[in-house]
T-cell receptor, first 110, second 115 residues
């Protein structure tokens, strides 16, 4: 069974701090890694994707991938209260279906 | 910015009834998907669809489920005889290219409530 694991949280950080969200996956053949943000009652919104080992930056967001450790993370710099949401890690493993983790709930307090 | 749309936003039905959930994928996308999310649980893959046929389906996608692209724009999910446990948010997603490295964009979802 291919699994994607995330700490459910909540992860609480003060406004302006860096939020660090982590995800591990079980299938070594996984090729593509995605971070989605989901507000309560809403659909997943794609915020980052990464395919190669290393870091990928987009504005306040940085995705980090380490395939040897089967680990992917998302850093959010200068966190804002509007970043408060559930962050879903999703992985493709040899097919185009996405396998999602349970998500980490992030709370940014003023 | 193009987006995936879904109708209805909320569907209430009685157990045993048939429901059809509708999606309009992004216009130049070729690969289409249905996912569901039971309240408080993870998003789960149901089915993928390309070139007018199912590419892959999960164990959840049993004989009660079917998908169709009846015209050039709509993509539907039919549940023939709904059960209480079908109550969930159903999300449609699409991508331009179904190879592993292309990102999927989700619609706003249909909340299905089976009573």
């Amino acid at each position: 069974q291919k699994e994607v694991e995330q700490n459910s949280g909540p992860l609480s950080v003060p406004e302006g701090a860096i939020a660090s969200l982590n995800c591990t996956y079980s299938d070594r053949g996984s090729q593509s890694f995605f971070w989605y943000r989901q507000y309560s009652g809403k659909s997943p919104e794609l915020i980052m994707f990464i395919y190669s080992n290393g870091d990928k930056e987009d504005g306040r967001f940085t995705a980090q991938l380490n395939k040897a450790s089967q680990y992917v993370s998302l850093l959010i710099r200068d966190s804002q209260p509007s970043d408060s949401a559930t962050y879903l890690c999703a992985v493709n493993s040899n097919t185009d279906k996405l396998i999602f983790g349970t998500g980490t709930r992030l709370q940014v307090f003023p | 910015e193009p987006e995936v749309t879904q109708t209805p936003s909320h569907q209430v039905t009685q157990m045993g009834q048939e429901v059809i959930l509708r999606c309009v994928p992004i216009s130049n996308h070729l690969y289409f998907y249905w996912y569901r999310q039971i309240l408080g649980q993870k998003v789960e893959f149901l089915v993928s669809f390309y070139n007018n046929e199912i590419s892959e389906k999960s164990e959840i996608f049993d004989d009660q489920f079917s998908v169709e692209r009846p015209d050039g724009s709509n993509f539907t999910l039919k549940i023939r005889s709904t059960k209480l446990e079908d109550s969930a948010m159903y999300f449609c997603a699409s991508t331009f290219d179904g190879r592993e490295s292309y990102e999927q964009y989700f619609g706003p979802g249909t909340r299905l409530t089976v009573t």
